[in-house]
């Protein structure tokens, strides 16, 4: 079955574009702020189901596969830009829609797929050793760029454009390896884990500047 149409990938998603939308309603619980999270668990939900479904796409040229890319994403953006215009008032440019800089993940997947292609197409057999070499450029880029007194890496929005194509990796291989199934049960568990360490990881930092460099 293809990516596009596997059940799993759909609900994903769908809870991805939960998480996202619920962590952009803080003003909905003034009381409760700090509950209101999850976009960047969202966030790499989506990445990580662009990898999955992008290797059952059609291989006809960077050019042509590049282009079936545009027309999923930008009709959207362009109608709402036109939507929320008449109907919020909001303020547009060229600029915003062409490159939304309003918001990173539009320029931001457009660019990991013009870098995904050539790994897709050349490196199909080679994904492990990609996810390294990628995996070892964020790190050396964690340490130059970010201020580990300040900054990490889930908090700086514009690091966010560099670690989140690991993500985008890790679902090119899990679509290479769907036949390795893994238990519901064992999933859930997983998540479980996943979670409280990724929370874990949000709040210790904030207990001391020290903590951000770990």
Same mark, same amino acid.
């Given at each position: 079955?293809?990516?596009?149409?596997?059940k799993? %990938?759909?609900?994903?998603k769908?809870?991805a574009?939960?998480?996202?939308t619920?962590?952009? !309603?803080?003003?909905? +619980?003034?009381?409760?702020?700090?509950?209101? *999270?999850?976009?960047?668990?969202?966030?790499?939900?989506f990445?990580f189901c662009?990898?999955?479904?992008?290797f059952y796409?059609?291989d006809?040229?960077? %050019?042509?596969? /590049?282009?079936?890319?545009?027309?999923?994403?930008?009709?959207?953006?362009?109608?709402?830009?036109?939507?929320?215009?008449?109907? +919020? !008032?909001?303020?547009?440019?060229?600029?915003?829609i %062409? *490159?939304?800089?309003?918001?990173?993940?539009?320029?931001? %997947?457009?660019?990991?797929?013009?870098?995904?292609?050539?790994?897709?197409?050349? $490196?199909?057999?080679?994904? =492990?050793i *990609?996810?390294?070499?990628?995996?070892?450029i964020?790190?050396?880029s964690?340490? $130059?760029?970010?201020?580990?007194? =300040?900054?990490? !890496?889930y908090?700086?929005?514009? /690091? $966010?454009?560099?670690?989140?194509?690991?993500?985008?990796?890790?679902?090119? $291989?899990?679509?290479?390896?769907?036949?390795?199934?893994?238990?519901?049960?064992?999933?859930?568990?997983?998540i479980?884990?996943s979670? *409280?360490?990724?929370?874990?990881?949000?709040?210790?930092?904030k207990?001391?500047?020290?903590?951000?460099?770990?």
């Amino acid at each position: 079955m293809g990516g596009g149409k596997n059940k799993g %990938i759909i609900l994903l998603k769908f809870i991805a574009a939960l998480f996202i939308t619920y962590s952009h !309603m803080a003003i909905l +619980f003034p009381k409760f702020q700090g509950l209101v *999270t999850g976009g960047a668990i969202g966030d790499g939900l989506f990445f990580f189901c662009s990898g999955f479904t992008l290797f059952y796409g059609r291989d006809d040229g960077f %050019i042509n596969w /590049y282009k079936r890319r545009i027309s999923r994403i930008y009709p959207t953006i362009i109608m709402w830009a036109l939507f929320s215009s008449i109907i +919020f !008032m909001w303020q547009w440019n060229i600029t915003d829609i %062409i *490159t939304t800089p309003r918001y990173w993940f539009i320029p931001c %997947i457009m660019i990991y797929y013009a870098i995904f292609y050539p790994i897709r197409k050349y $490196m199909f057999e080679h994904l =492990k050793i *990609t996810f390294l070499i990628a995996s070892t450029i964020v790190i050396v880029s964690y340490f $130059m760029i970010l201020d580990l007194n =300040k900054s990490i !890496m889930y908090s700086d929005i514009a /690091y $966010m454009r560099i670690y989140y194509f690991l993500f985008m990796l890790l679902g090119a $291989m899990t679509a290479i390896q769907k036949e390795k199934t893994t238990s519901p049960q064992k999933s859930f568990i997983y998540i479980l884990l996943s979670l *409280t360490c990724y929370y874990a990881c949000m709040g210790i930092y904030k207990i001391s500047p020290f903590y951000c460099k770990f």
